[in-house]
């Protein structure tokens, strides 16, 4: 399992000296001595600062990490809220927190302060997302040879040590070097993770947030039919797309599609990551008020 919470860690000295924002202007951040111990009330409107703060930063810099790290520490409610609607499932809390991270952190890295919709709105479905497929793949119950099950968990350890000293999820080839096999029984070993445990698509969810109640697994596992609902923006939006240019067509791709990071946009395009920014607001802008402008007319 991927240990994500220790990437965020840091020690009060180091929050301190990335907060005030000095070394490269712009806006200056507030403190947050403690980030997990943020009101999530009070964690909405200070993310709204730090996701401001992120468009004015390069990525890579101190400041940069501490405006994310700091975005992912206070926003962990949000995982442990999305987790226990899956407590009684059987497997541990703790793994489909760290699972729940994963998406955390997605969100934040693809998140765009332009965009008119609340940060929880937006982070829930990626977070419920990662654990949905957390299910989806440790719930085929097949007999596993003795030596898969035991290369398994030493898979898992090897996965996490990796994740922790690398910030990211390790290779194939990473995890055969650590473990000293062959990158063949890595992979015949993550298959094997797969089929450890079942459950029925009937096994009851006992949530312990605001909404409570109960819900089975099933419940959670498909496709959302809400997206029939997108049909007509799309519609609306095709004929607005063919207007922009082959650069704005092909920035809004990588982005959206290809979900590339500002920064590898702007590698590709020669430009500056801020630049990238800049010209992803214009066009959003341009066609949101294209959209609009359709329903107006509607």
């Not at 997605?106 to 299910?135: C, H, M, N, Q, W």
């Not at 898969?148 to 040590?161: G, M, N, P, T, Y």
Request: aromatic share 6%.
């Amino acid at each position: 399992m991927h240990t994500v919470v220790t990437a965020v860690n840091r020690s009060e000295a180091q929050v301190t000296e990335h907060a005030s924002g000095t070394r490269t202007g712009g806006t200056p951040l507030p403190g947050v001595e403690e980030p997990r111990a943020v009101a999530p009330r009070d964690a909405r409107e200070l993310s709204r600062q730090f996701f401001r703060r992120l468009t004015e930063l390069e990525e890579g810099t101190h400041e940069y990490q501490y405006a994310r790290n700091t975005l992912i520490e206070m926003n962990m409610s949000l995982v442990r809220f999305a987790a226990g609607r899956f407590r009684g499932r059987g497997d541990d809390m703790e793994d489909i927190v760290q699972t729940g991270m994963i998406g955390l952190i997605k969100a934040i890295d693809r998140f765009e302060v332009s965009r008119e919709v609340e940060f929880t709105s937006f982070a829930l479905p990626y977070i419920v997302g990662e654990i949905k497929r957390f299910f989806r793949d440790t719930t085929w119950a097949v007999h596993v040879p003795r030596r898969l099950q035991e290369l398994r968990v030493e898979l898992a350890k090897a996965r996490e040590e990796l994740a922790s000293r690398l910030d990211r999820d390790p290779t194939v080839a990473e995890l055969a070097t650590l473990m000293n096999i062959s990158e063949n029984e890595v992979i015949e070993a993550q298959i094997a993770s797969n089929g450890y445990n079942s459950s029925s698509l009937d096994a009851a969810l006992t949530g312990d947030g605001p909404e409570g109640g109960e819900a089975v697994l099933a419940d959670f596992i498909g496709v959302e039919e809400d997206g029939l609902r997108l049909v007509e923006d799309f519609q609306s939006l095709a004929p607005l797309m063919a207007e922009l240019s082959d650069r704005d067509r092909q920035i809004i791709h990588m982005r959206f599609v290809e979900e590339a990071t500002q920064s590898e946009i702007g590698e590709r395009l020669g430009c500056s990551q801020m630049h990238v920014s800049r010209l992803i607001k214009r066009i959003i802008t341009r066609l949101r008020e294209g959209m609009l402008g359709e329903l107006g007319c509607a």
